[in-house]
Nanobody, 119 residues
C-alpha cells in the first residue's frame, strides 16, 4: 500500500520560512518523479514544483521561482519543499504526489498539510 505523508505545515508570518517533508512508503521511491502541489482556499489545485527521480532535474511554478526549493533524499524516501520569503498568497493546502516514468498523470497523492501565511 502506497502512502505519502506530508508534514511541516503551520501558521507563519509573511517573510518567514517553512520546510515541508513528504515521506513515501510502499513504492520504489527512487523510480518516481515527485511533485508538490497546492490548493489555495476556494481555488483549483496548482502545480508548485517537481523533481526528477535522481534529483538532477527540477521545475517550478513562476509564482514560487527563487523562493521555493524542491529536493529529495532517496535514501530516506523523502521529498522536501523549502519555502522562503513566504507571502499571504502562499496560503494553501500543500500536497505531494508521485508519478512513474514518463506518465503525465500522478499515480499517488498525499493528504496534504496546511500552510497559512499571515500578513
Amino acid at each position: 500500500q502506497v502512502q505519502l505523508l506530508e508534514s511541516g505545515g503551520g501558521l507563519v508570518h509573511a517573510g518567514d520560512s517553512l520546510r515541508l517533508s513528504c515521506a513515501a512508503s510502499g513504492l520504489t521511491f527512487s523510480s518516481y518523479y515527485m511533485g508538490w502541489f497546492r490548493q489555495p482556499p476556494g481555488k483549483e489545485r496548482e502545480f508548485v514544483a517537481g523533481i526528477s527521480w535522481h534529483g538532477g532535474g527540477t521545475e517550478y511554478a513562476d509564482s514560487v521561482k527563487g523562493r521555493f526549493t524542491i529536493s529529495r533524499d532517496n535514501a530516506k524516501n523523502t521529498v522536501y519543499l523549502q519555502m522562503n520569503s513566504l507571502k499571504p498568497e502562499d496560503t494553501a493546502v500543500y500536497s505531494c504526489a508521485a508519478k512513474w516514468g514518463a506518465s503525465a498523470l500522478y499515480n499517488y497523492w498525499g493528504q496534504g498539510t496546511q500552510v497559512t501565511v499571515s500578513s
